[in-house]
């Protein structure tokens, strides 16, 4: 037998139960990862309420790890026992050990351990195909991000500097703007309410060409009137909600722009892709252009606070379950 965090039914942290789950076996393709830690997300909550459908109930939830390879089916080619790997995705995570498409698995470095690479793999890709291939960030542009001291916020703020950028980070409190200065954010701006004049007054009027919004709900609206004609709004996320229907006809009138509702899954649905940004992730935080920070850890069968920690914008940067 081995542990998992699994949820019976759609609802609150209460749903998160600590169960014993017969240990799993890996079929064709497949293996068995001895997880030493496990990533906290955004979309665990998602899978939680219900907003995101697991495929079936029960569902152990959970889309990041880090560890060993314990075991592997027929015909594996990517890994073998005893290598050290880290993913993110798909959904299976909370759980003390569990079987993955190997293809799924990237090695890891010597030098990431396995708490960073579970705070990291799932934030830090999604923050790679954002600022790299999603809209491609060079150096001069000024970029809105919204939620800039969170898990993606903090990398990003350092990712897009590191590129020549500048930041202008979205945030709930003076504390949180401060950690997102430390972390290469040029400038913050609490609360949305006078977003696009603040945009307006930093950019000298000419707003920007790229705005990163993973709040939704609350955002949405205000974020594109921070763009400028032919500007992009990349809609990444639903912190406050999903974004309602939208009238198409608004983009046009605001300038042309781009919309674009992006998800990880797709950017790495390719094993090349997959590889590739693992890689250039790797290569920004070995070089030190961007740290993770790890600023909570709790014991996965604690998944529960950490929720509640999570949902009431409690956590920064990172937060990793501990099996
Ligand atoms: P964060 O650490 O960023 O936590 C969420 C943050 O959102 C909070 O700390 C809070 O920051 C902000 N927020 C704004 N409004 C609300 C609200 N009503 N309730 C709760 N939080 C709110 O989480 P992650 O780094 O894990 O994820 C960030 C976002 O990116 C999520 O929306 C997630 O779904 C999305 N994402 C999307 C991916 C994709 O491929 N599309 C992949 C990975 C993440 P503050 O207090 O400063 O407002």
């Given amino acids: 037998m081995t542990k998992a965090i699994r949820i019976h039914a759609n609802g609150g942290p209460e749903v998160l139960k600590w169960e014993d789950v017969p240990t799993p076996e890996p ?3 497949e293996a068995l990862v001895r997880q030493e830690a496990v990533g906290l997300n955004y979309i665990d909550v998602y899978f939680r309420t219900g907003l995101y459908k697991a495929p079936s109930l029960p569902a152990t939830i959970g889309m990041e790890g880090a560890g060993s390879v314990a075991a592997i089916g027929p015909g594996v080619t990517e890994v073998a026992v005893g290598d050290r ?3 993110a995705g ?5 759980a003390t050990e569990r079987v993955i498409a190997a293809d799924r698995l990237v090695k890891l470095p010597e030098r990431i351990d396995a708490q960073t690479a579970a705070a990291m793999m799932l934030q830090g890709m999604t ?10 960030v060079k150096a001069g542009d000024t970029i809105v991000l919204h939620a800039a001291a969170g898990g993606v916020g903090l990398i990003l703020c350092q990712w897009a500097k590191h590129l020549g950028a500048t930041v202008i980070g ?5 504390a949180k703007a401060e950690l997102a200065r430390q972390h290469g954010a040029a400038h913050t701006v609490i609360g949305h309410a006078n977003l696009p004049a603040e945009v307006k007054r930093i950019t000298g009027g000419a707003m920007v060409p790229a705005v990163y919004d993973s709040v939704g709900r609350d955002t949405f609206y205000a974020s594109l009137d921070c763009l400028a004609p032919l500007g992009i709004m990349v809609s990444f996320g639903n912190a406050s909600g999903a974004v309602g229907p939208v009238d198409i006809g608004l983009l046009g009138a605001k300038g042309s722009l781009f919309l674009t509702r992006p998800s990880l899954a797709t950017y790495t ?6 590889e590739q940004s693992a890689r250039e992730l790797f290569d920004v935080v070995s ?5 993770i920070r790890v600023n909570q850890t709790f014991p996965l069968r604690d998944a529960a606070a950490a929720h509640v920690a999570l949902e009431s914008r409690k956590t920064t940067g990172s937060t990793v379950l501990i099996p």
Avoid: F, H
């Fill in 85 to 87: 790997v880290a993913y």
């Fill in 269 to 274: 649905a390719k094993r090349s892709d997959l």
């Fill in 287 to 291: 070089s030190g252009a961007v740290a």
């Fill in 170 to 174: 979205v945030v709930s409190s003076e």
């Fill in 27 to 29: 079929g064709p393709g």
């Fill in 127 to 136: 923050a790679q195909y954002l600022i790299r291939r999603t809209y491609r």
């Fill in 90 to 94: 798909p959904i299976g995570a909370y």
